[in-house]
């Protein structure tokens, strides 16, 4: 014999009903059940050091003049910009906030040496986590460096020159024992330094006057520079007797300029392709000696700043 059904709906089933009853009401009056706001990203250090950089180069534009070293910065302040992904720009609040009281725009002068050593300082806090980051960082200061100071040594009688920013007019020209530099690129800088000290005698031997004494002492210098870098343990040594150097390179006055301002930045640009992998400790003075080739390039006539890269060494965004 069957059981009776029962009388009244089970339990369950009134709450299930009731729920329903309730989510109609809910849709009807339009509430909804509150769910948690979005969490706001937090950028990393790296974000927030290269933000900043980008940040500089966009002053450094804003302030531009019409100097030379004012000229350069405009052509190649925004290919370093791009570089660094460019100024980010914050969603606008839906909550306006006060208006800050606008601040003088810097001079050149000082927004570039703010860019310099803010970039220094940034590389040396994002080496750890993004070398390619500090490689590029260091490659903009290399380049504002060179910009800023080229005009000033046109004409100027040929010695070894630091970089300012690196705070030491001695060097280090040199790597320290210990240096995880390749040794292979040690001797090929040896090598670009040989080569240079003999295109300078080639010259000095067709010069006269001043002309020829300022070659011989550059000659004598990238000779002493490539002894040393040979000296080094582990280098070897791959310098030659004799070089090639087209009689046509030496004729004149200005092709002599030309061949002397070619292989000053020849070795620039072999010092600056040592920046990105580099370790910190390297950093010196491979800065510093990219910065005194092209200062060595600067002092010689013809010399032109719009030759200089806006990212010595570096080919990448990083």
């Known amino acids: 014999m069957m059981a009776p059904m029962p009388s009244r709906p089970s339990r369950a089933l009134g709450v299930v009903i009731t729920a329903g009853i309730l989510a109609v009401a809910v849709a009807g009056c339009s509430w909804r059940v509150e769910t948690p706001p979005l969490e706001r990203r937090t950028p990393t250090p790296t974000v927030v050091l290269r933000d900043q950089a980008a940040i500089r180069e966009q002053t450094v534009i804003d302030v531009a003049d019409s100097s030379e070293s004012g000229v350069a910065e405009s052509l190649l302040a925004p290919e370093r910009l791009a570089a660094l992904g460019g100024v980010y720009v914050a ?5 306006p906030s006060p208006t800050a009281s606008p601040t003088p725009d810097p001079t050149l002068e000082v927004a570039v040496a703010d860019a310099i050593d803010g970039a220094l300082e940034a590389a040396e806090a994002a080496e750890a986590d993004d070398p390619s980051l500090a490689a590029l960082l260091r490659a903009v200061a290399l380049s504002h ?6 005009p000033a040594v046109a004409g100027k009688a040929p010695r070894e ?43 000095a031997a067709r010069a006269t006057g001043v002309e020829r004494e300022r070659a011989l002492t550059r000659s004598r210098l990238h000779e002493a520079r490539a002894a040393a870098l040979v000296a080094l343990p582990g280098v070897e040594d791959d310098r030659a007797s004799l070089y090639d150097v087209p009689p046509a390179g030496t004729g004149t006055r200005k092709a002599r300029a030309a061949t002397e301002r070619a292989v000053e930045t020849e070795i620039a640009e072999s010092y600056a392709a040592l920046i990105d992998g580099a370790d910190a400790e390297d950093v010196p003075w491979i800065l510093n000696g990219a910065y005194d080739a092209w200062m060595q390039a600067a002092s010689l006539r013809g010399f032109d700043l719009a030759d200089v890269p806006a990212l010595p060494g570096v080919t990448a965004a990083g």
């Open 161 to 203: 020159r630091a970089m300012p920013s690196l705070g030491d007019e001695a060097g280090p020209w040199l790597p320290a024992d210990g240096t995880s530099a390749d040794a292979a690129a040690l001797a090929s800088l040896a090598v670009a330094h040989d080569r240079a000290s003999f295109a300078y005698e080639v010259a």
């Open 91 to 95: 969603t606008p609040s839906p909550t």
């Open 145 to 150: 460096a060179v910009v800023t100071d080229a």
